[in-house]
């Protein structure tokens, strides 16, 4: 079973709508990085536990990214700054030395193994060659190609080996495995992959019946509108891939679609699943809950529509997914 496929990466701010979370071509103002559980320890190791446990890898090693260039590492990397990857670090026992956020908002269900990790702020674009320096990274991960544009990663590459996805939110699993392969952690990636394996699982047994035949969607909320959301990414991949919700039409090829009033008709779904992005699209919620013509809904009459905590559901990560689906397994199948 594949962790995560999916098509382009759904752009998170005003700046970074270009890339950070490009899937969603008409949701482009998220609060969330770029960038679904296996369990985690409360506790992330040290830099020297990381050492230590990626000493067992051989190094120096060399790797071709995404993009073709050549990383030379000569060991074992320590002090990564990788932003929109930190569920994926974490997963695999590492501190980033630096986390995304667009101003003050950072990945808020990551916060407690975090709370003390600076924050690379991406408001106003991508760090500076200064800022990311200020770090020391011994390896910086950029998580799509998008960043790597307009000289970036020639003034990166020259502070520390710096390796490039395409679109590490395309496919989840892969590149859990080559930040693995990259941090001397590839065992640890394999028992992630397997823990998330069972869990899904686990889920999909205690879900049978509500899934069953049933199709599922997400409405997004933010500060530009609301918008449904397809199977391609986040919470929408884990409720169609994972859990085995079907898609609704609207969004049956699409990672996403804008949505109005006098289109709610049209929405077949048997479960919505509501979120506010970063509490940015209150009024949009408000508009679409008070309306008539969603009171009329035989979802809302019928008790199938849920407000979930936007925090996993609209990031990227095995943390993340295993928090979209204990939340839809808590709702679903208490």
Request: charge should be negative; charged fraction near 20%; aromatic fraction near 8%.
């Amino acid at each position: 079973m594949n962790v995560r496929r999916a098509g382009k990466l759904i752009v998170l701010c005003t700046v970074l709508c270009a890339g950070l979370l490009a899937a969603c071509s008409s949701d482009n103002d998220s609060a969330g990085p770029p960038a679904a559980t296996a369990p985690a320890s409360s506790e992330a190791p040290s830099a020297v536990e990381s050492s230590a446990q990626a000493s067992a890898a051989v190094y120096p090693q060399s790797f071709q990214d995404e993009l073709g260039h050549e990383v030379k590492l000569p060991a074992a990397p320590v002090r990564i700054f990788a932003p929109g990857l930190e569920d994926s670090l974490l997963v695999l026992g590492v501190t980033p030395v630096a986390q995304w956020a667009n101003g003050n908002v950072v990945p808020a269900y990551l916060q407690e193994r975090m709370a003390s990790v600076p924050k690379a702020d991406f408001a106003a674009g991508l760090p500076t060659p200064e800022t990311v320096m200020s770090y020391a990274p011994d390896l910086i991960v950029l998580n799509n190609s998008y960043y790597a544009e307009n000289g970036v990663y020639e003034k990166y590459a020259k502070i520390a080996p710096t390796y490039v996805f395409s679109n590490a939110a395309t496919d989840i699993e892969t590149s859990l495995r080559k930040l693995g392969e990259l941090f001397g952690k590839s065992a640890e990636a394999e028992t992630a992959l397997e823990d998330y394996r069972s869990k899904v699982d686990q889920a999909k047994t205690k879900l049978a019946a509500a899934a069953d035949g049933k199709k599922a969607v997400i409405i997004r909320f933010n500060a530009r509108g609301m918008f449904l959301l397809g199977g391609d990414y986040y919470g929408g991949y884990v409720l169609a891939h994972d859990l085995g919700f079907g898609k609704i039409k609207l969004v049956e090829h699409e990672s996403s679609a804008d949505l109005s009033l006098e289109i709610l008709p049209e929405l077949d779904a048997d479960y919505i699943f509501l979120v506010n992005d970063s509490q940015t699209g209150n009024a949009f919620l408000k508009e679409l809950t008070e309306s008539a013509l969603w009171k009329g809904m035989k979802q809302v009459k019928n008790g199938n529509v849920y407000e979930v905590q936007d925090e996993s559901w609209l990031y990227g990560g095995l943390i993340a997914s295993g928090n979209v689906i204990d939340e839809t397994v808590r709702l679903l199948a208490p």
